[in-house]
């Protein structure tokens, strides 16, 4: 037998004396109870042994957790279902602005400011509520900024709460500073003028700002999240291959093309795009800004086509010059043998027929200088509700097959015109309406007092100010583009030949640019066309015009005539001879001024041409005045009115007379200045 187990040994020893021997037959019972002992504490030494090596292993886990939740950013709370601190770990502690070993004990919503303290009461009756998680954020203002937290309640057991904190701050500043960054850019689009959307890599439309829906008329409710194909199909190839470039990767800017509103209207635009992609730097989509040009082309293509206006009408001018000084020479030659024929002559009646054809040449050549902006006739305050019922009446006594209808404004302000060529300006119009009406029609007479500003007039190069405007409307047949492109062009005509000589409208538009206004039209096939006529007012008073009667005045003063034209010398010459005057020819202006210089003491008038190779008119002026400050001329141009003659006559010179001129014309113009 093994050795007794010192238990057993003294419970023996009290029932026999000697343990060792016991009866016989228990032998075997006594032998395994002394195994059962033995093995016990076997069994308790190595208990023992384990327990005191676990004590020392949790001793260690729960160091190595307290150093854990030393560096964790959160703030971990155990408490009981009144808001009790049972427990409490994290480093966190200057965030609560309590020393740790004060929190035990107390409620976790004494720890913050009062304010916050409902918030966590109310949280942690939800918690224990739903027996689920609750979060809740909340500020705190230290003494140099304001923390923000964000609190998570979690259900434990026996009815306990774990609490975990977090300090918030840095993501909250971060979360405003992005919030103020897309504010700024989502100010950036919603108020930029021009119309931006945004599309994905599917060309699905995820947005677009208010200049979009104000340009082109789609809300964003019609079209996000949609695709929208609004290209014009002639512009569409060329446009795809554009945006190609943006699923390459590269930007563009300042492409022309087109687009329609939602109304059908086809607008122009300078289209840019740029390349936007995700945050794995893959293509994304794009941005594509839509400016709308539309109006700058139009004060564009208004702008060239005033430009390539002047550049003919300078040509035109100068042929029309030219002409009228031939037109002279032949009046002046028909009119010197008029006077030495009786009408019974034979050859009276051609003479006559001479100087009808000159004067219709003189009328083409008028309808060319007015193109060309040469200059005005004789100016005057004018109202134009006159002129325009006076002349479209008597349109209107041929015309039977059109209906007339005026609206007029009542006191619409005086302009400073030409009445003769306003009227030239209004018959071409209604005669071109006439013509666009073959079947008869209505035409429609507007006047208005408008005010334009400077966007409206850049393109015409006027100022802003006060004008009266002068509708035309027909109901005819209308223009195309092309045909409304090249209206007011000199010689283009629609009509056959033989029936129009292309330049009505182009004297029109030349004669109202004269008077520094400005003439638009508008028109389309099959709906009729307006022509709107802008003409700036006149502080003057208006006048009337008291004509003169048409006969031949003779004098007998002596006249310097100055020409660089011989022809024109020697006609002019002879008609003044035979009505009386004393003519001295000189050939140029440098030979007008030496001779005026000789004989300046017996001229009475000089005649003086304004275009002169060498010495021009307004320089033989100069020349004259200083010799003579009372000398008297009369300006003769083959142009009309032009500016530069007109501040000559501001100047002093005493009149002005058009090329071709007739003796009874000028002789009247003589004696105006002389008597």
């Not at 966590?120 to 979060?135: D, G, H, R, Y």
């Not at 259900?155 to 701050?169: E, F, K, L």
């Not at 992609?277 to 005033?306: F, M």
């Not at 405007?469 to 583009?481: F, L, P, Q, S, V």
């Amino acid at each position: 037998m093994q050795k007794m187990h010192s238990l057993l040994k003294r419970q023996l020893k009290h029932y026999f004396k000697n343990p060792y021997s016991a009866a016989g037959d228990l032998s075997g019972f006594i032998e395994d109870v002394n195994k059962a002992y033995l093995q016990s504490d076997d069994d308790r030494n190595m208990l023992e042994r384990s327990l005191d090596l676990s004590s020392k292993e949790l001793l260690q886990a729960n160091a190595e957790l307290n150093s854990i939740f030393q560096v964790f950013p959160d703030l971990f709370f155990r408490l009981d279902h009144t808001g009790a601190i049972l427990d409490f770990k994290g480093g966190r502690t200057m965030d609560l602005y309590i020393q740790p070993e004060r929190l035990i004990g107390k409620y976790i919503y004494d720890i913050p400011i009062k304010e916050i303290g409902k918030k966590f009461q109310e949280a942690i009756e939800e918690t224990l509520k739903s027996n689920a998680m609750v979060s809740m954020e909340y500020s705190i203002k230290g003494e140099k900024l304001e923390n923000h937290y964000e609190a998570r309640l979690l259900p434990a057991s026996d009815r306990q709460i774990i609490a975990v904190i977090r300090n918030i701050t840095k993501r909250k500043t971060a979360e405003e500073t992005l919030k103020e960054s897309e504010e700024r850019y989502r100010q950036v689009l919603e108020f930029a003028p021009d119309p931006i959307v945004v599309y994905d890599h599917k060309g699905i439309i995820t947005y677009i700002n208010p200049a979009f829906t104000r340009v082109f008329g789609w809300k964003p409710e019609e079209i996000l999240f949609k695709k929208l194909d609004h290209v014009p199909e002639k512009y569409r190839q060329a446009e795809r291959l554009k945006l190609e470039q943006v699923k390459r990767g590269e930007s563009f800017s300042g492409f022309e093309t087109c687009r329609s509103t939602k109304d059908g209207v086809i607008i122009h635009i300078s289209m840019s795009a740029a390349v936007w992609r995700d945050h794995d730097g893959h293509w994304a989509g794009s941005v594509i800004t839509l400016r709308d040009i539309t109006e700058q082309k139009r004060l564009g293509q208004e702008l060239n086509h005033a430009q390539k206006m002047k550049a003919i009408g300078t040509l035109a001018g100068g042929i029309a010059h030219d002409f009228n000084n031939l037109l002279t020479g032949i009046q002046g030659n028909a009119s010197l043998m008029l006077l030495d024929f009786a009408e019974d002559r034979i050859h009276h009646e051609n003479l006559k027929h001479i100087e009808e054809y000159v004067k219709r040449g003189a009328e083409l050549t008028r309808q060319l200088l007015g193109f060309s902006l040469s200059g005005k006739y004789e100016v005057r305050p004018t109202d134009l509700n006159e002129l325009v019922e006076k002349n479209s009446k008597m349109f209107g006594r041929t015309r039977k097959e059109i209906t007339i209808h005026r609206y007029l404004q009542n006191g619409v302000w005086p302009v400073e015109v030409d009445p003769g060529q306003i009227e030239q300006v209004l018959l071409n119009m209604y005669v071109n309406a006439w013509q666009a009406m073959p079947d008869g029609g209505d035409l429609y007479l507007h006047t208005e007092n408008v005010f334009l500003d400077e966007k409206m007039l850049k393109p015409y190069e006027l100022k802003a100010g006060r004008y009266v405007r002068i509708a035309i409307t027909d109901t005819g047949i209308g223009m195309d583009e092309t045909v409304r492109s090249r209206v007011f062009d000199p010689f283009f005509t629609t009509k056959e030949m033989g029936k129009g000589t292309g330049l009505g409208l182009s004297s029109a538009y030349g004669i109202i640019k004269n008077h520094n206004g400005f003439i638009k039209v508008d028109s389309e096939p099959g709906k009729g066309t307006t022509f709107t006529i802008y003409l700036p007012i006149s502080e003057k008073g208006l006048s009337k015009e008291v004509p003169l009667p048409a006969q031949i005045f003779p004098g007998q003063e002596t006249i310097l005539l100055v020409d660089d034209e011989e022809m024109i010398l020697g006609t002019a010459q002879s008609l003044l001879e035979k009505i009386g005057y004393q003519v001295i020819a000189a050939k140029g202006g440098r030979e007008g001024v030496d001779v005026y210089k000789e004989q300046n003491k017996k001229i009475d008038l000089v005649i003086l041409d304004m275009i002169m190779p060498g010495m021009g008119g307004a320089e033989v002026y100069k020349h004259l005045k200083k010799l003579r400050p009372d000398v008297k001329i009369l300006l003769a141009s083959g142009y009309s009115l032009n500016s530069q003659a007109f501040q000559l006559l501001k100047k002093g010179c005493q009149g002005f007379i058009q090329k071709p001129f007739t003796i009874q014309n000028l002789s009247q113009k003589i004696r105006e200045i002389l008597d």
